[in-house]
């Protein structure tokens, strides 16, 4: 029907959406076939800006290419699109062909400005429609419309600063960069990082780099010290998580003592629907969160969780740093990433060693067992700061679940020890020092002690405690161990080599062979049915001292150690002998 024409306004609506898809064409047959043009393009527009969804699909296929360093020739293009299983979207081979031949028609920045313009235009139509939309619907409120136009416009201002790029220049300026001290580093609370660097934590699965991570940024957020560290000034901080989920990250944040009114300046971004970040587009979307959070210091838990490329290839963590650390690198950000050892623990961590080339420190965390940790700094760029943590992760459980505040990590101390916890075989050594009985009482004596004091514990701690003290007791001699005793006074204790009330070594009667060294320093076994301190009837021996109960003779063993009754005299328990 040659003889029917469109109306003039169909007609130039399509003849403008013609123009407007070969501005598109001509921008991605540039980027094809003049790299060097990506740059300017790129600086002006975003995917978002195409109207054809599949020159967006093309144009996602070319900035892929371009951040692993790989040529945006239209056969690669295409290669990329089959990898992605993005062939379809754009339109096939045979299109992307079509559009490689839109080159030569003008500048980039030409192309680049009226998809750019095309864009802005669609998007004041759609904010005019909404709020139209807004402001006559029945139930609309005052200002409804205002309300859309402001973000609006907030986003346009955003974008333009994104376009005019960093208000400083690239180059240094030699006066004031030599006018700066910086050897003067104030390291950020916990010392292992100062601001801006960028630092890696790794260690083995289950070693609790997580636990330890959250605590030391919800109390950098909180303004608490750490790790022996002073109090700082709270510092704003965003956790990336992709590794643990809500139930976990709640009952962690309450074992340290936070609370809905107690987070500070820490922002948790828990399993954020961002886009791989060794790719462009997951940069922006990392930069987006630390915009919005105001964050100084960021961290990914766990880094392999946000990339796409393979862990074991280089290019997926050389595209991560120019993607996503480097600009949160020069906008002054620190960052901490948290990773696993691989199964050669000696070799650090898991994946290609291009992983660890970028940051300034690296830190391994291992479990020694018992809560005692290490987090020891395997590399370092600038030697700042210390090289070594010996740390102790202290919980309390209450049942099934951690008492609040009760879970923290702190530095192991050698001078000072920590109380045990109660009911424990330790705490109830300490308690039998505290008592004043003996190392080589016996269970019987011991079990008195404890009634008497109205501590009630199972018999099989008890037990336990006892060898405990009696093999605490029996050190050896001066030579073996002389830090033990001290200097001119052989076989005595040294102050501070055990708790409680000090008590003579054991001396052997004449003729008596020594107990080798590492046994219990208990008594020999007394004749049957003679209680442990009495002579048998009739082995009365004058040189020996006498009870001073029954007058009759003790053993030279139970004389040797002090005793003046026999025990079946005076059954009193921690009286004797009488302790200086």
């Known amino acids: 029907m040659e003889n029917v024409r469109p109306f003039p306004h169909q007609q130039a609506d399509r003849d403008g959406l013609e123009e407007q898809l070969d501005a598109e064409r001509f921008v991605l047959g540039t980027a094809m076939n003049q790299a060097q043009d990506i740059k300017t393009m790129r600086a002006t527009i975003k995917g978002v800006d195409f109207q054809r969804p599949a020159h967006e699909v093309i144009w996602t296929a070319i900035l892929n290419l371009v951040d692993r360093g790989d040529s945006t020739h239209y056969l690669s293009v295409v290669a990329e699109l089959d990898r992605t299983k993005e062939l379809r979207r754009a339109g096939g081979m045979s299109y992307v062909a079509q559009v490689n031949d839109y080159v030569g028609g003008g500048d980039a920045n030409h192309w680049a400005g009226k998809v750019r313009d095309a864009a ?232 290609s060693s291009a992983k660890t080339q970028d940051v300034d420190h690296v830190w391994e965390l291992r479990a020694q067992g018992g809560g005692s940790l290490t987090l020891k700094r395997t590399y370092t760029r600038t030697g700042i700061g210390p090289d070594h943590f010996a740390i102790v992760r202290q919980a309390q459980q209450d049942g099934d679940t951690y008492r609040p505040g009760g879970t923290r990590h702190i530095l192991m101390t050698w001078d000072t020890e920590q109380p045990h916890p109660e009911g424990s075989v330790e705490w109830l050594v300490d308690k039998l020092d505290a008592l004043g009985l003996p190392d080589d009482a016996g269970n019987p004596r011991t079990k008195a002690a404890l009634a008497q004091a109205d501590i009630r514990i199972a018999k099989a701690k008890i037990e336990t405690a006892v060898r405990i003290r009696k093999n605490r007791d029996n050190l050896g001699s001066p030579n073996r161990f002389p830090e033990t005793f001290p200097e001119g006074v052989p076989g005595e204790r040294s102050p501070g080599t055990s708790k409680g009330t000090q008590k003579p ?76």
């Open 120 to 351: 802005d235009l669609r998007e004041e139509a759609n904010v005019g429609r909404l709020i139209v939309q807004r402001a006559t619907a029945p139930d609309a409120e005052a200002g409804a419309g205002i309300a859309v136009y402001e973000d609006f416009a907030k986003r346009r201002r955003e974008r333009q600063e994104q376009q005019d790029g960093p208000t400083a220049g690239p180059f240094l300026d030699w006066a004031d960069f030599f006018a700066t001290d910086f050897g003067k580093v104030q390291l950020l609370p916990g010392r292992l990082m100062a601001p801006g660097q960028q630092i890696a934590i790794v260690g083995e699965g289950k070693a609790g780099k997580s636990l330890l991570v959250q605590e030391w940024l919800w109390r950098m957020a909180t303004g608490q010290s750490f790790l022996g560290d002073r109090a700082h000034e709270p510092i704003p901080v965003l956790y990336v998580d992709a590794e643990n989920g809500h139930a976990d990250i709640q009952a962690r944040l309450i074992s340290y003592g936070a609370g809905p009114d107690r987070m500070g300046l820490l922002t948790y971004a828990s399993f954020p629907p961002i886009r791989p970040l060794d790719t462009v587009g997951g940069g922006q979307d990392l930069l987006r969160l630390v915009d919005q959070s105001g964050a100084q210091v960021v961290c990914l838990d766990t880094v392999s969780r946000f990339i796409s490329g393979p862990e074991n290839d280089a290019d997926t963590w050389l595209a991560l740093y120019r993607c996503s650390l480097l600009p949160l690198k020069r906008a002054g950000k620190a960052s901490v990433r948290l990773d696993h050892l691989g199964k050669d623990a000696e070799r650090g961590a898991r994946g």
């Open 505 to 580: 070594q054991v001396k052997h009667s004449p003729g008596t062979p020594g107990e080798p060294p590492g046994t219990a320093g208990s008594p020999p076994s007394s004749p049957p049915k003679v209680g442990k301190g009495e002579e048998a009837p009739g082995s009365e021996d004058p040189e020996l001292p006498l009870c001073t109960v029954c007058g009759r003779s003790l053993t030279a063993d139970w004389a040797n150690r002090g005793y003046d009754t026999h025990l079946g005299c005076d059954p009193r328990t921690g009286s004797h002998p009488d302790a200086a």
